[in-house]
């Protein structure tokens, strides 16, 4: 059996995919209605991370911030708690500084920290073709996690280093965003001049401006105008705030990175919090006084 504790957005599918691999799970959330779906396919439902813990050797977590990761590892009723858990994965965006601490806080319990943050989106998360960043000493991946891990996509080994697969998704969460932030400015420019939208995508995604945002973001969740990617603003800012604090703590700047967490708090500002972070072109939109739409 295994546990997961966070069945959210990108948790609720990768656990559902564990579950069609044949994998007997045990299951918290917060929140009872996003483990629902879970239960009723046959999941055990545990009021607390230390029971998720007593019940399953291999622990998976998904959780939307730092100090959650922490408090549900380390914190009261947490992980740490349980008696039968060896070894822990954490596939949230947590940062490098919070892996560390935590994973020196499941080492004293003789618990194995294994960073496993992903990329793909919530799309990616159910079908199964996430990006599975790893660090953790190399004997765990290739003796008990790898098999557990391509259930959600494709996996990377960076190191044994905590936190070293965390700086990975970190860079490419900032490249995301900032590729987000560029095609807004450049889409809203076409569309004022006259272009229609999906004509500009059609060009940029054979040429050489294509990008994540051009090829996925735009075509989804902006150009029909439901701005549902499934990746709230809240946690894009959380993910380049992390990568950006982290890049001044080892003393390199990084200019263009500063604007993209100022259009990012500009967005979280304007539509708050729990918006999809595609709501990042409406504030280009706004600006050149044009919807990017088709
Ligand atoms: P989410 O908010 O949909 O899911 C998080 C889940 O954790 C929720 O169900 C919430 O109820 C639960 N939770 C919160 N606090 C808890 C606690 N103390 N104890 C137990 N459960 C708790 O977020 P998400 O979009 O699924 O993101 C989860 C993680 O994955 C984040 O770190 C995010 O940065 C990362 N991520 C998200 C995406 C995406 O596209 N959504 C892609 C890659 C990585």
């Not at 809240?234 to 390199?252: F, H, N, P, Q």
């Amino acid at each position: 059996m295994l546990g997961f504790v966070g069945v959210g957005r990108m948790g609720g599918p990768m656990a559902g995919r564990l579950l069609d691999a044949g994998y007997s799970l045990c299951v918290y959330d917060r929140d009872p209605e996003a483990a629902a779906p879970l239960v009723a396919r046959g999941a055990r439902l545990a009021r607390s991370p230390a029971e998720v813990a007593s019940t399953a050797e291999i622990v998976l977590m998904s959780l939307p911030t730092p100090d959650v990761v922490k408090a549900v590892t380390l914190g009261e009723n947490g992980i740490a708690g349980g008696n039968r858990v060896r070894s822990l994965i954490d596939l949230s965006t947590t940062g490098p500084g919070a892996a560390t601490i935590a994973a020196r806080g499941m080492a004293e319990r003789d618990v194995t920290w294994i960073d496993a943050p992903v990329s793909g989106g919530v799309a990616g998360a159910k079908a199964g073709t996430l990006a599975v960043m790893v660090s953790c000493p190399r004997e765990t991946y290739d003796t008990k996690i790898a098999p557990i891990l391509k259930v959600f996509g494709k996996t990377f080994y960076t190191g044994d280093k905590p936190g070293l697969a965390q700086t990975a998704k970190l860079v490419n969460n900032l490249l995301a965003a900032a590729a987000l932030v560029i095609s807004s400015e450049g889409m809203a420019m076409g569309v004022k001049a006259g272009l229609d939208p999906k004509v500009l995508l059609d060009i940029i995604n054979v040429s050489s401006g294509r990008n994540s945002a051009t090829q996925d973001k735009f075509p989804r969740s902006i150009l029909p105008g439901t701005f549902d990617y499934g990746f709230t603003t809240a946690l894009s800012y959380k993910d380049v705030r992390l990568c950006l604090d982290e890049a001044e703590a080892m003393g390199i700047p990084m200019i263009m990175g500063a604007v993209v967490r100022q259009i990012l708090a500009l967005t979280q500002a304007k539509y708050g919090p729990d918006s999809d972070f595609t709501s990042i072109a409406k504030l280009s939109e706004e600006w050149a006084g044009v919807e990017i739409r088709g």
